[in-house]
């Protein structure tokens, strides 16, 4: 199960928001916006990320006023990918790199 304070789970649910406000299932908006039924599920439930096409179409079906395209600004700060956090602890704080 995905963390669900993640800025990305965030996001999901903010994706769920404006769904549900505009009275759709995810497989009525996988109609409107072309991506599938699976994918809108996993970025809602936080399990998979969200891209800039995505969020911009997302937008523009839901007539956020561009929302959700503001709300991934959180990724600008981000200077791993993820990935990565989960991946390093795993790894005992060892990095090769020395990242």
Not at 42 to 63: I, K, M, N, R, Y
Not at 76 to 90: D, H, I, L, T
Request: with cysteine; proline share 5%; glycine share 16%.
């Amino acid at each position: 199960m995905a963390n669900l304070y993640t800025p990305q789970a965030i996001w999901g649910r903010e994706l769920r928001h404006y769904r549900k406000g505009a009275g759709l299932t995810q497989g009525e908006l996988s109609q409107k916006i072309h991506f599938s039924e699976s994918l809108i599920s996993g970025v809602e439930t936080g399990q998979l990320p969200a891209s800039l096409e995505f969020a911009e179409t997302c937008d523009e079906a839901l007539g956020t006023g561009g929302a959700l395209h503001r709300l991934l600004d959180w990724r600008k700060g981000q200077v791993f990918p993820s990935w990565f956090g989960p991946w390093r602890e795993g790894a005992g704080g060892y990095c090769p790199s020395g990242l």
